[in-house]
């Protein structure tokens, strides 16, 4: 079964390197998919969005960008996996709920 553990390497960049662009990047909380832990990362500038799943590293969803962009998607989620699964473990959806009211 993959790990998803809070730990991972610091070196890593924690940065998406598109972010000049305000492009915005959210990690969701560990979820169970046929028995395999994901979790799905969903990268937006407001007008184009893509879902991304981890730990394969491929954008499932995307509107607006195009062949080179995904690419560029999948390959950062594969360089940050460590990270993105770090926060994925992270993740308190029962906190997070309580932060919205």
């Known amino acids: 079964m993959e790990d998803f553990s809070m730990e991972y390497n610091a070196n890593a960049p924690k ?40 730990p394969k590293c491929v954008v ?3 509107e607006g960008f195009d062949n080179d962009e995904i690419y560029q998607l999948e390959n950062y989620m594969e360089e940050n996996l460590d990270m993105l699964k770090s926060m994925a473990a992270s993740v308190n959806p029962i906190k997070a709920m309580m932060k919205d009211k």
């Open 15 to 54: 940065e998406i390197k598109a972010e000049e662009k305000g492009l915005q990047m959210m990690v969701s909380p560990i979820c169970m998919k046929d028995g395999e832990k994901t979790a799905y990362v969903t990268f937006s500038d407001g007008s184009r969005h893509a879902e991304g799943e981890i």
């Open 60 to 62: 499932i969803k995307s």
